[in-house]
């Protein structure tokens, strides 16, 4: 077994002053993998000597080495083969849908200004200063300074600025921005998810209208209404400005084939555990030694679960905000008859096991997930009582920001929530009120401002929102929030982060994009993907800079003399 004290000699011996501390570089790589070799492959005993080929994760180079190899653990050498790469994604959803787009090379540019004036003056005298040059490689620090909108991150906001013109004042204007294939920076990825590509849009229900425009929820370099002419029949009137649930998720589903990102997705793919690798010791602080990440999981397949192992120096983390539905802490909440989803209600629906005959169901909360429930329940007929928390009429509920010729149906809600039960038969609503106990019985007591009740319904609807689950980290990911001391919440405690590369300002190599990091809108997730990809891809240049001086420095050590260097010699 090799130490590191052991391979710091060597290059002593090897290698001049000015190339040293490239090598360390190389060499916090071959034993960081040979960390992971050997604590997969090699407990003490029954070690036989065996050769592989192996790939810097970095840079991509692939060679023959030798490792000391446990026999017995032969099986699981060929059940989970350890798969490294520059960078792996959790999450398949639009953000690692851009972001995947992005590392596989293809470069935004600024276009420059449109007829009329987009975008602001100081901002196009930024990008002019620099024709021809991919906004990956410059200062996004720089260009992004000044601009203002609806996210929290500069470089979201610079790529929406580009992106969609004035949308903020609800223009539809041509994109700014052009792409170019640059097949050389591709950076070596993968994208594990859940179910198909398209994330929880996938999983949404899909009559279900946008709020957004349809425009705003296109990804990189293609158009969705020329997307949804060709793939769909659109619907006519003012929805159209909107799209269906379903055309979004189908749209998102077809951007990975048609733009040939399907090498780069393992769908059915459930990562389960992100472990930091062992650190080399005895490296200059000086030195570049990047963390290295295992992740593991398993691939759903017609077989069964398929386990994987991937090693890797960067990990991003676009898993969406909505995995864990928000609890309400009462007893009785996880009796069977209470449900967390849209989609679970219409499944009960078409099943037939709720109906206009059944008791009535009971709808938790004021958004409008809660709204689009309402919609479904009332539109067959089923009797509804709806129990929130605020008046009717606080202003802050989100109904009253919505302009009611774009969302009339969030608007026809809204109205029989202030109604008060008059004139809408089988529509009751409770305000101010909350659930205090749920019983076996199907019976719910409520708390109102100035009275309690019981009552008896088929199900319960809670739709209060939501929050992502970072299980597979260590200590569930809590060391990575803004706030330590609190759980993650997409609007109140995302991910600390830096607001240019979007690294983890607590965990070196951990990435976040989306609803993590507060972006709550495909617009604005996919600036996301260029803070990430202009980040890693410096990140690789340097290495490969310094790769190159230590190259030519020791141009007489051989494959065959160094067989354990993962890196070229
Ligand atoms: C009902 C609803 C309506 C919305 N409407 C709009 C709208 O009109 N406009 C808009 O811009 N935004 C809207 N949003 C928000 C939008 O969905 C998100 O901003 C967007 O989907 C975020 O994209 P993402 O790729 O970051 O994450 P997601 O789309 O959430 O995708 C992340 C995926 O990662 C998966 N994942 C999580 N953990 C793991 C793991 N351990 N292993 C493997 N996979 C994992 C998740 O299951 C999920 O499928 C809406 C959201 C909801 C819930």
Known sequence: MLHNCDAEKLAHVWLNEASFKAALICLAFILQTTNVFLMIFAPPSNRTMRTKTIRCPSTGTRRTRQAVVDSRSLATETSVKTINKDVVVIGNGPSAITLSYLLSGRWPYYKGMDALGHPPDFLHARLESKPNCSLVLQDLKELSEGLEGRSSNPVALLYDTLNHPDADTGQDLPSLLS?????????????????????????????????????????????????????????????????????????????????????????????????QLDQVKNVPAESYAPTLWQVTGHVRTVEGLENFQYVTPNVVLAIGGTDRPNSMNVAGENLPFVIKSLQAMEKLISSQQLNRQSEPVLIVGAGLSAADAIIAAHFHGIPIIHVFRRKATDPSLIFGQLPSNMYPEYHKVYQMMKDNGMTYTGYTPMEQCQIVRIQSDGKVCLQGPDYSTKIKVSFVVVLIGSRPSLNFLENKGRDLTVDVTKPISCRNNPLDVDLFTLESNKQPGIYAMGPLVSDNFVRFAQGGALAITRDIHTKLSRLKAKEESFNSAIPSVTAESVSYLDCPT
């Open 179 to 275: 792409w170019k294939n640059h097949p050389e920076h591709a950076i070596d990825h993968v994208v594990l998810g859940r179910g198909p590509p398209g994330g929880s849009w996938q999983a949404m229900e899909g009559d279900v209208l946008t709020i957004s425009r349809g425009t705003w929820m296109e990804l990189a370099n293609l158009s969705f209404r020329e997307w949804e002419e060709t793939a769909c029949e659109r619907q006519l009137g003012i929805r159209q400005k909107r799209a269906s649930v379903k055309h979004v998720a189908q749209y998102y589903h077809d951007y990975v084939n048609i733009k040939g990102l399907r090498p780069y997705f393992r769908d059915s793919a459930e990562v389960t555990s992100v472990r």
